[in-house]
Antibody
């Protein structure tokens, strides 16, 4: 059974870059027709899709974040990563990594990232 | 972007009674070439990630109790819990995967009356 685990700093300073990693276990990130995705959720609020990457390296990003987001894949280490540049307090949220088939069938537990000086 | 509007925002239902949550899409999410509605439903309990309940608008995910069902097509969808159990207290989200960006409804909070 595939499992996902987010990791990265829990605190980032304003204007800096938020970097998170999602490690995939129980299966190969290269197998199957899946997208690997990042989704975030500010405290007490709803879900916002950030973007996704296919095993070929093709990416789709939310236009609202596109200028600041990069999602990349490391098949040798079976993980994918999120970089979000020029962060502000509005980027404070729980960040989830997830596996998309068409719907999202596997979620990580989430990691809280706060943006504060 | 496709906007999904859920109603109601919150819902109180007695144990054993039916709960109904609606999701209206600003655009059609039915792909005519395969007759599939690109809509899913998720359940989120406090401190947990969302859990997939329903996909293709009406297909129940493996392991999900059969009291959960999804219906609708095109732009109007419904999640029904036929007999509410205490463990169903959660926030429920619809999500469309018909077009980028992927979008979610604002969520419906379900409580016990």
């Amino acid at each position: 059974q595939v499992q996902l685990q987010e990791s990265g700093p829990g605190l980032v300073k304003p204007s800096q870059t938020l970097s998170l990693t999602c490690t995939v276990s129980g299966g190969s990130i290269s197998s199957g027709s899946f997208f690997w995705s990042w989704i975030r959720q500010p405290a007490g609020k709803g879900l916002e899709w950030i973007g996704r990457i296919f095993t070929s390296g093709t990416t789709n990003y939310n236009p609202s974040l596109k200028s600041r987001v990069t999602i990349s894949l490391d098949t040798s280490r079976n993980l994918f990563s999120l970089n979000l540049t020029s962060v502000t307090a509005a980027d404070t949220a729980v960040y989830y990594c997830a596996r998309f088939y068409y719907h999202i069938d596997v979620w990580g537990k989430g990691t809280t990232v706060s943006v504060s000086s | 972007d496709i906007v999904l509007t859920q109603s109601p925002d919150s819902l109180s239902v007695s144990l054993g009674e039916r709960a109904t949550i609606n999701c209206k899409s600003s655009q059609n999410v039915l792909l005519s070439s395969n007759n599939k509605n690109y809509l899913a439903w998720y359940q989120q309990k406090p401190g947990q990630p969302p859990k997939l309940l329903i996909y293709w608008a009406s297909t129940r995910e493996s392991g999900v109790p059969d009291r959960f069902s999804g219906s609708g097509s095109g732009t109007d969808f419904t999640l029904t819990i036929s007999s509410l159990q205490a463990e169903d207290v959660a926030v429920y989200y619809c999500q469309q995967y018909y077009d980028n960006p992927i979008t979610f409804g604002q969520g419906t909070r379900l409580e016990i009356k």
